[in-house]
């Protein structure tokens, strides 16, 4: 028996007079079975056509190969864990959303997976009604890149740097630079209101599109790496600059 299952929608009443283009296509890379089904079948009624794996490795390579709208990846998992997965996509240049969905509680396996790119994180148990939630808050944000409507097509520059959201392509005296999903996000979104300070916890709302209560250290991780990546000198910064005891903002002086 195969070890990717599909959920047949012909049977689900709620979604029969949708077209099969217009469903969302969500890939679960879960290796307990009853949550996985359990999942698909809400997913259902919401206008989602899933796709489970048990295999991390195959799921990898499905994932990899079909380019779904959204994943939804567990960490435990056989033959590849959830945190080689996100890091394995993240590294190929996708940019599909990825909520990682794990038992561990451990806030270093928290950080690191949204560290790796992941968009949201949550821990078993959990209920259907926030894991919908979340499943909805990142699709909508992704169709607003998609359909245009925050202005997808804004090129900013700012001194040697070029930022071009459409294309999510970051260049640095010509040269271009290799960010990660969160990385390009926390950038574009200080590069485009120059000057205005956010606190750590507005960007986690703003670009994780969540609220992480507890979690605004993983702001001060992402700002590092990204520092290193378009900083001459991380530690004299002249792109993006600490407002002391309050966050970040992005210097166009």
């Known amino acids: 028996m195969s070890r990717k299952t599909k959920v047949d929608l012909l049977y689900n009443k709620s979604i029969t007079n949708q077209k099969l283009s217009n469903l969302k296509r969500i890939v679960i890379i879960e290796d307990e079975s009853n949550i996985a089904e359990l999942l698909a079948l809400h997913l259902m009624d919401i206008g989602c056509q899933s796709t489970h794996f048990v295999d991390g490795e195959e799921g990898c390579k499905y994932v990899l190969a079909k380019k779904p709208d959204l994943l939804v990846l567990d960490i435990n998992l056989p033959g590849k864990n959830g945190l080689e997965i996100c890091k394995e996509i993240r590294d190929n240049g996708m940019n599909v959303p990825i909520i990682m969905l794990t038992a561990r ?33 990142v699709c909508r944000r992704w169709d607003a890149e998609k359909s245009g409507s925050e202005e997808i097509h804004q090129v900013i520059r700012s001194k040697e740097m070029m930022i071009d959201r459409e294309k999510r392509i970051v260049t640095l005296n010509n040269e271009r630079l290799e960010l990660t999903p969160k990385e390009f996000d926390l950038l574009y979104l200080l590069a485009s209101n120059k000057g205005v300070t956010y606190d750590r916890k507005k960007l986690l709302n703003l670009v994780w599109g969540y609220d992480f209560d507890g979690y605004e250290h993983t702001v001060n991780t992402h700002i590092n790496r990204l520092r290193a990546k378009v900083e001459l000198d991380p530690n004299d910064p002249k792109y993006v600059l600490t407002t002391w005891g309050v966050g970040y903002r992005f210097n166009d002086e």
């Not at 992941?118 to 926030?130: G, H, L, Q, R």
């Open 105 to 137: 509680t451990e806030e270093e396996d928290k950080i690191t997976g949204l560290e790796l790119g992941a968009d949201d994180y949550i821990t078993k148990p959990f209920s259907i009604k926030e894991f919908l939630a979340r499943v909805k808050a």
